[in-house]
């Protein structure tokens, strides 16, 4: 069974929420590769790489899924996000272009 | 003795310290203020009104100062801030102009 994620509808975003998932290097690091990646393909939660543990990962992805950067999408077996970037975008200008621009080679 | 705190300088400011300033509506308000200020004119710590103690507020200065948000300037009986707005339009643009539109009147 495929299940999409409910995160907040575009009027809901809060910025407060955003930021506070954006401090975390790590979360700012997947929201950055889907920034720049050059077409909003879904890319598997693991194929992301950092050095921390599985059930860390899973906390990220749900952190950003909450506050409205990221949808994700169960499958069962996997599970794939993508970035929300045209809510981003329309609620928060400027925001992706942002990490966009802090985005190291 | 006048005193002015050494925050980061320009080259070294961090997105992720300023987002993790910002996440805070505490000290998201304190800076969102100073952006939206018609001038940029010095303010005085106490004129910033919130429901937490006076040391949290310390705090948050502290926090907003060591990530180069604002300078703070100790005049011994009091302390003075300012936004670093010229500091931060060149290292983080669209920063400022993003908090300034989440600004509610």
């Known amino acids: ?3 999409e994620s409910d995160g ?3 009027a809901q975003l809060e910025l407060g929420a ?3 998932a954006l401090a975390d290097p790590h979360r700012r690091r997947i929201v950055t590769e889907l920034v720049i990646a050059p077409e909003d393909v ?3 939660c ?4 950092a050095p921390v543990s599985k059930s860390t990962m899973t906390h990220h992805f749900k952190v950003l899924s909450d506050s409205g950067l990221i949808r994700t999408t169960d499958y069962g077996n ?3 996000v993508t970035l929300r970037r045209t809510d981003l975008n329309t609620r928060f200008p400027g925001l992706l272009d942002l990490l966009a621009s802090e985005a190291t080679p």
Request: charged share 25%; net charge positive.
């Open 18 to 20: 955003v930021l506070s």
């Open 46 to 49: 693991s194929s992301f790489q």
């Open 42 to 44: 879904e890319r598997s």
């Open 78 to 80: 996997r599970k794939g």
């Open 1 to 3: 069974m495929t299940r």
């Open 8 to 10: 907040p509808a575009v």
